[in-house]
């Protein structure tokens, strides 16, 4: 085993890092009480499945998996997955048809929530745990036939390869990651999957070496075995971050991870190491109230955009939602309302929320439009017949260009986005929300805190306190 | 004879064209009086320039030059060039030393000044016509040995292919350069210099003929004879306008030609072709009062800056003009005070001014600093120190970059050119200005009608009543 980036060799004095690390193991570890408790629920589901297959056709082979099956889980957050593995002469809408079946004669269908990754597969909750029964087929390494193929290896490889002691640092990476926002692979987070930080425990063989390794990290960064090296990067060129799949050098785990929440990683990996405290695992769990927020100077540069929509799978959701924010914060900028920040939020049910927080929600009342080469006789004329008689002057610039001194039209941000909602789709937003934006409302400044919902003040929060400050004072 | 730019056949009715070219032609031809009088000067120059040889050394041969010479010269603005041909064995010293004590004893040391262009010449007046004594070589084309050995060998071009009724339209274009502020190759204007625009007549054959072409002018323009073009299009790649020398083709006397000026031109063909009026051939010499100024609107976001500073060589002084106010425009620009029109005045004795029309004069209270991606350690730390107790928040963007919200320290444009004065080479001035610069006085809006320099005010005219605007309604 060995890595692009150099294994740091701890030389200072760590024993505070040590000491928080000890404090926090107790909290991410779950109690034998609740360890019990989900040994109880794999059981019955397990009992379930196997009571259901009379019902298959196929009879697929049936693996327990997920966090709870790794012993990765932290308390409270154990997930629990049933991988029905079929052979591979089983077509994909048989494969879809029986495990949906073999679920709905083992939980009831009326208990089944349908999710989607590449294909669909159902979730359910068994005394508060979450327990998803996904389909697979039983494929050499490698033979992949859909993306859950690999689970059964990952689960294998990680029982066989990260120790008792190391859960305990796959735990706590799990909690620091939550705790910096930064878990959780979906389009939402952008950040670290579950098999991710077992593999970079697995790989820097614990906690406590990867940050100390992690703080040092510069893109691009290449996790993979010695002799793989070359091959591997020359096969992910062009990613910052490559961390190969242990069952599949093919794949890089480092691929869905925003070259943001990598930052956000190392980042916390150095703050931590100057000064250790067990708030980097700490997730806040408190609800926000207006009266958290009344007091902060900036929110009355904020703006507020909230649309109600039908409810949609989260992926697709978050996928529209930023790929729309961006392009209003492109328009912003072009306006010259200068966009600081932006925040998304979504109950991931009913609202969804943008938050924008300005250097200035006003502009000048005048701008400059600068026209075509004076050469280009068609666009000229064009240019001059539409600005004419709504310009102060025109004139020719040392380019040789025609421009015009205009009366802006609109000088409040909030004015322009209200403009924007009437066109979604021309300011770059998403189809599929285009027309529930036009129906938007926008608020401007404290009017924020008066619309109830949850999401959208810890959103304000996010926006107006980001929490790295804190790590550096 | 060919032209890169396909002469275009006049098939509308320009019959008001011809008319408005009837009506200013007595305006731009010298009147029998005045040609009397200035035919007087040459002569008595002639009688005193011959009369000094005996004090040369060298015995140069004189010929008579200028736009007297050429029988191209406006109303009240002849000049005449005397040049002093030496043979090629007279050093330069000697060329210099030799010509000066001829134009001492024949018009008097007190009366001369010393001008500048390649090497010395003199200047001085003559019953208020401009008299300047230039020395030169004499050798065949083409060996040049000084930049005004060609001189003479443009005169002769002129005398033997410009027609005397072509010296009419050689008036009338430059008449309607001057109007549109475009006559003159100096680095002050840009524009076409009076061989150019003999030049010109002669590849057109007409002022008509030119205006109906270039009003179609697009770049690159080449102009030059048809054996040549390839050459001369290779020679001259990256020239936007090259118009050869029928004397040297390998000189493009395009090349001061600024774009600007040639836009100007061509838009100024096409307007007058549309809706040809006398005022094309109009220069004002109105005298500008702060009362024609102070109902502009626009005056409210005017700063000027005045600067006293020493007498130097017009073309060295404005070269250093336009190279700082292209700095400072660029400084307000990046800091978000958003220019829309400068404009740079001159005495050219003792002050200068810069005049800026901004979109805005104050800008938003924050600003964002975007620092270094937070990889590259050493320099996030020092953004961090340096940002940390002053930002509101501190936070990463999607780059991954270290982003912090601050108090804009300047909000005012009028601060930020007080702050730019105190160090102007900082802000990219010309050292040879910095020193007056830094003693500059700033004014803002009405402010300036009280500072009693005319050509101030002439530049106010110019920066919010560009003329452009007129031609097209």
Request: aromatic share 12%.
């Amino acid at each position: 085993m060995d890595q692009y980036i150099m294994i740091y060799m701890p030389t200072a004095d760590y024993s505070m890092v040590d000491r928080v690390l000890g404090e926090v193991a107790e909290q991410v570890t779950p109690s034998p009480k609740e360890i019990e408790k989900v040994d109880g629920v794999a059981k019955s589901v397990l009992e379930k499945i196997r009571g259901a297959l009379e019902f298959s056709k196929f009879g697929p082979e049936i693996i327990l998996g997920g966090s709870y099956a790794r012993n990765t889980w932290l308390p409270l957050e154990a997930d629990i997955d049933v991988f029905l593995r079929y052979p591979t002469n089983v077509t994909r809408k048989e494969l879809e048809e029986d495990s949906y079946r073999i679920s709905c004669k083992a939980f009831g269908e009326e208990n089944l929530v349908i999710r989607y990754a590449e294909h669909p597969y159902t979730e359910t909750y068994v005394d508060n745990v979450r327990v998803n029964v996904v389909p697979c087929y039983k494929v050499e390494i490698g033979n992949w036939m859909t993306a859950a193929d690999r689970s059964p290896y990952h689960l294998k490889f990680v029982k066989e390869n990260i120790t008792r002691e190391q859960t305990l640092d796959v735990r706590l990476l799990k909690k620091f990651l939550k705790s910096q926002g930064i878990y959780g692979a979906e389009i939402k987070v952008g950040g670290f999957s579950g098999y991710m930080c077992e593999t970079l425990i697995y790989r820097y063989g614990s906690f406590k070496n990867l940050i100390l390794n992690a703080a040092k990290w510069k893109p691009p960064i290449i996790i993979t075995d010695k002799d793989k090296f070359d091959e591997v990067k020359e096969k992910f060129k062009g990613d910052k971050i490559i961390i190969t799949d242990p069952v599949d050098y093919n794949r890089n785990l480092g691929k869905a991870l925003t070259i943001k929440s990598l930052a956000k990683f190392v980042l916390a990996c150095r703050s931590f190491l100057k000064k250790p405290t067990k708030e980097y695992f700490t997730v806040s769990g408190k609800k926000i109230k207006p009266k958290d927020l009344e007091d902060n100077i900036l929110l009355e540069n904020v703006i507020a955009l909230l649309f109600e929509h039908e409810k949609m799978s989260a992926d697709i959701l978050w996928g529209m939602l930023y790929k729309t924010l961006n392009h209003f914060k492109k328009q912003f900028n072009e306006n010259n309302f200068r966009v600081a920040r932006t925040v998304a939020v979504s109950d991931e049910k009913s609202y969804s929320a943008y938050l924008f927080l300005f250097e200035t929600k006003q502009v000048s009342e005048y701008e400059t439009r600068i026209g075509p080469y004076i050469f280009d006789e068609e666009n000229f004329e064009k240019f001059v017949t539409k600005n004419l008689d709504n310009s102060y002057i025109l004139w020719v610039n040392e380019e040789g260009k025609i421009c015009a001194l205009k009366k802006r039209n609109i000088s409040k941000a909030k004015k322009l986005l209200e403009e924007m909602l009437k066109d979604p789709i021309k300011y770059g937003a998403s189809r599929k929300i285009a027309e529930t934006l036009k129906n938007g409302k926008v608020y401007a400044g404290k009017e924020i805190l008066e619309v109830e919902k949850d999401e959208l003040w810890s959103g304000v929060i996010e926006l107006l306190e980001p929490g790295e400050k804190k790590y550096f004072s």
